[in-house]
């Protein structure tokens, strides 16, 4: 099965922006024995401007282009080095791939990811792609990494896309503000009523909330793939899902529609 795995800023750091090392060095364990497994990974991986936070010791999230691209600059780097040091312990090599709008609306450009990505699984290396958060501006920005992994997803044929999040699925309501929330298991098309679900964003280090999560359904359900939504603390679950388990919430993908 080829699984596209989106983690979150909230997922991978702390609330000061530093990186959460017991988070990170589970996660990659579970997608290193995936792999052994037969299956194919490709990462989706947010935390660049959040490490950066950390690491320059900015007081949150910075509010000015320049500091948001020049935090990128320093956590793409954190962030992947962290990465190529652990996947190394489990025999697994990574590559690195920095996406902006224009190379997905760029039909040329998209179909040179796609050759690229393609050729990596081919090659069982391990692609963990970001939003290049460095030259991205709001013009040309794919905005919020729930869309990116989306369009990976899509791009990548994917069987299934699983977002790795700070809540356990889509809920009736707020689970943090309503103790009567119900976790809602199946969800066979993003409706109007759906939609209404979604409240707010997630962490101050974070962009997007369950809104982005639900739009990313919206477009990779049209492309026949499968997305659930998890709770990403525990990435052990993401061996009950390749099992083919009831874990949080999912959607489901149109067949027909994938060609």
Same mark, same amino acid.
């Given at each position: 099965?080829?699984?596209? +795995?989106?983690?979150?800023?909230?997922?991978?750091?702390?609330?000061?922006?530093?990186?959460?090392?017991?988070?990170?060095?589970?996660?990659?364990?579970?997608?290193?024995?995936?792999?052994?497994?037969?299956?194919?990974?490709?990462?989706?991986?947010?935390?660049?401007?959040?490490?950066?936070?950390?690491?320059?010791?900015?007081?949150?999230?910075?509010?000015?282009?320049?500091?948001?691209?020049?935090?990128?600059?320093?956590?793409?780097?954190?962030?992947?080095?962290?990465?190529?040091?652990?996947?190394?312990?489990?025999?697994?090599?990574?590559?690195?791939?920095?996406?902006?709008?224009?190379?997905?609306?760029?039909?040329?450009?998209?179909?040179?990811?796609?050759?690229?990505?393609?050729?990596?699984?081919?090659?069982?290396?391990?692609?963990?792609?970001?939003?290049?958060?460095?030259?991205?501006?709001?013009?040309?920005? +794919?905005?919020?990494?729930?869309?990116?992994?989306?369009?990976?997803?899509?791009?990548?044929?994917?069987?299934?896309?699983?977002?790795?999040?700070?809540?356990?699925?889509?809920?009736?309501?707020?689970?943090?503000?309503?103790?009567?929330?119900?976790?809602?298991?199946? +969800?066979?098309?993003?409706?109007?009523?759906?939609?209404?679900?979604?409240?707010?964003?997630?962490?101050?280090?974070?962009?997007?909330?369950?809104?982005?999560?639900?739009?990313?359904?919206?477009?990779?359900?049209?492309?026949?793939?499968?997305?659930?939504?998890?709770?990403?603390?525990?990435?052990?679950?993401?061996?009950?899902?390749?099992?083919?388990?009831? +874990?949080?919430?999912?959607?489901?993908?149109?067949?027909?529609?994938?060609?």
């Amino acid at each position: 099965m080829r699984i596209v +795995v989106k983690v979150g800023t909230s997922t991978l750091a702390h609330s000061t922006g530093r990186l959460n090392i017991r988070h990170v060095e589970r996660l990659v364990k579970v997608l290193s024995d995936l792999k052994n497994a037969g299956h194919e990974i490709v990462l989706v991986s947010s935390g660049a401007i959040g490490m950066g936070v950390g690491k320059l010791l900015l007081p949150g999230r910075p509010a000015d282009m320049p500091t948001k691209q020049a935090a990128a600059a320093v956590g793409q780097c954190e962030l992947m080095y962290t990465y190529d040091r652990l996947f190394t312990d489990y025999n697994r090599t990574v590559a690195q791939i920095l996406l902006t709008g224009e190379d997905i609306e760029n039909p040329e450009r998209r179909q040179n990811f796609e050759n690229t990505l393609y050729r990596l699984l081919e090659l069982k290396a391990l692609p963990i792609v970001n939003e290049n958060d460095t030259v991205s501006t709001a013009e040309v920005a +794919v905005g919020d990494n729930d869309t990116l992994a989306a369009i990976v997803a899509c791009c990548a044929r994917a069987d299934l896309l699983v977002l790795l999040s700070d809540i356990e699925g889509l809920y009736t309501a707020d689970p943090r503000k309503d103790p009567q929330a119900r976790l809602i298991p199946l +969800v066979e098309e993003v409706t109007p009523e759906i939609e209404a679900l979604a409240d707010g964003k997630g962490s101050s280090l974070a962009v997007g909330g369950m809104a982005t999560k639900l739009r990313a359904a919206k477009m990779v359900t049209a492309c026949g793939t499968d997305m659930i939504i998890t709770q990403g603390a525990e990435p052990e679950r993401l061996y009950e899902i390749a099992e083919g388990r009831p +874990v949080g919430t999912r959607f489901a993908g149109r067949r027909a529609d994938r060609n």
